[in-house]
Each structure stands twice: as structure tokens, then as C-alpha cells.
């Protein structure tokens, strides 16, 4: 099985409404079209790289080069994990998880997207809590880093429920203009004050190495 050669693709997040894996083809055809859909109402750019901007038939194919790139660029040190997001089979959204020398850091950064219909009905924070999970629980995680552009509140609410603490602020230019970007810091010890989520990790083990990590008490 391919999973033999490349065990994340038998890795499994799950919430009480939720899926979370590696897409399969035709699941990560389904995340492109819900790409070129929409994301985000057209008048405000949540993203510092603009990339809903292309046009539809770009956006998508944008999703899928994204997603073989990251996979073939994996290595133990510098490693990002994307995973679509399923309810009752039905593709939401994206949801990834990454980090850079990882091993030692043990520091970890998120970032996501909701196909516009899915908004609003408290995905992005269940899907945030499973890879929250995943990291601190299942890769032993001491911090993980977070952000949002100005006027992105939806994020900045999954963050403040999640127990993320300001970390600072940075400017980049976005769609011309100057944005404040907002970081974000969440502790092992405010991760755990704050779980009111029920997620559930299947085969984690044989992808550990990949990870930086040959067990769980590394």
C-alpha cells in the first residue's frame, strides 16, 4: 500500500463533526472547486499572499500544485501537514499544520480555509482544536504560533476561544495597501487550560520519524 512508503496518508483527526486527513485525489478535486467558489467575500483579503485573487480556474489549480509541492518538499525538518477538512464526507475546507526544525523547537504554526459556505457554523474552531491536539498531545508541542490580518475576526475568534495570547504585531503590504498582521502565541499550559474539544488521533506512530521524532517521549 502506498501508506507503507508515506504513512500520513493513514493519519486521522477526528471531532465530534469532523475529519481531518491527507485529501484523496478526488477529495482534493473537491478542494479545488470549493476554492475557485470562494473563500472570502471579495471586498476584504484575510491572506497576506493574495492567492484568492486568481481567477477561479487559477485559484484551483493553485490548491492542487500547493498541496503536491508541500508533500514532495516534506522533509523531517522543515515539514507541512495539509489536511482537508470532511463533515459527513462533504469537503469544508483546508486545514494545515507546520514547522521548521521541529525536533528541537518543538514549535508549531497553523493556518486554514473555510469554502464560504461553511463559515459561521463553528468549523474553523473544532478544526484548529484537532491539529492543536495532534501537535501538543500527539507530537509534543510546547508552543504554537498563529496570526490574523486586520478586519479578520472570524480568526482572531477561534484564536482568542483556543487560549492564544498576543504576540506582537508586524505590516506587510496587502492588495497595495499597508496591513497590521497580529501574532498570536499559544503555551502547552493555555492549550490545556482551554480544550473543550474531543479529538481523537489515529495512526500517528509510523509517521513520527517524518516528524523529526522516533516516539512519543522524544
Not at 486545514?95 to 518543538?106: N, P
Not at 504554537?144 to 503590504?173: F, K, Q
Not at 499597508?178 to 503555551?187: D, E, K, T
Request: contains cysteine; glycine residues 10%.
Amino acid at each position: 500500500m502506498l501508506s507503507d512508503h508515506w504513512p500520513p496518508l493513514g493519519l486521522r483527526l477526528t471531532t465530534p463533526r469532523l475529519e481531518l486527513r491527507l485529501p484523496t485525489e478526488p477529495q482534493l478535486a473537491a478542494l479545488a472547486e470549493l476554492a475557485a467558489a470562494g473563500v472570502h467575500e471579495p471586498d476584504r483579503m484575510p491572506f497576506i499572499n493574495t492567492w484568492t485573487d486568481l481567477p477561479p480556474t487559477e485559484r484551483a489549480r493553485s490548491v492542487v500544485q500547493h498541496h503536491w509541492l508541500r508533500r514532495g518538499n516534506w522533509t523531517p525538518q522543515d515539514w507541512s501537514l495539509n489536511l482537508v477538512v470532511l463533515r459527513d464526507g462533504e469537503v469544508l475546507g483546508l486545514q494545515s499544520l507546520w514547522a521548521r526544525e521541529f525536533a528541537v523547537k518543538r514549535e508549531v504554526h497553523s493556518g486554514s480555509w473555510l469554502g464560504l459556505a461553511h463559515h459561521g457554523q463553528g468549523v474553523g474552531t473544532e478544526m484548529r482544536a484537532a491539529v492543536l491536539h495532534l501537535a501538543f498531545a500527539g507530537l509534543g508541542a510546547l508552543t504554537a504560533g498563529s496570526g490574523y490580518l486586520d478586519g479578520n475576526e472570524g480568526s482572531a475568534a477561534v484564536s482568542r476561544r483556543l487560549g492564544y495570547r498576543p504576540d506582537g504585531t508586524d505590516h506587510y503590504v496587502v492588495r497595495g495597501a499597508r496591513v497590521a498582521s497580529h501574532r498570536l502565541r499559544l503555551s502547552r499550559e493555555d492549550w490545556e487550560a482551554h480544550r473543550s474539544v474531543p479529538v481523537a488521533v489515529a495512526g500517528l506512530t509510523p509517521c513520527l520519524p517524518l516528524f523529526g521524532l522516533t516516539g512519543h517521549d522524544d
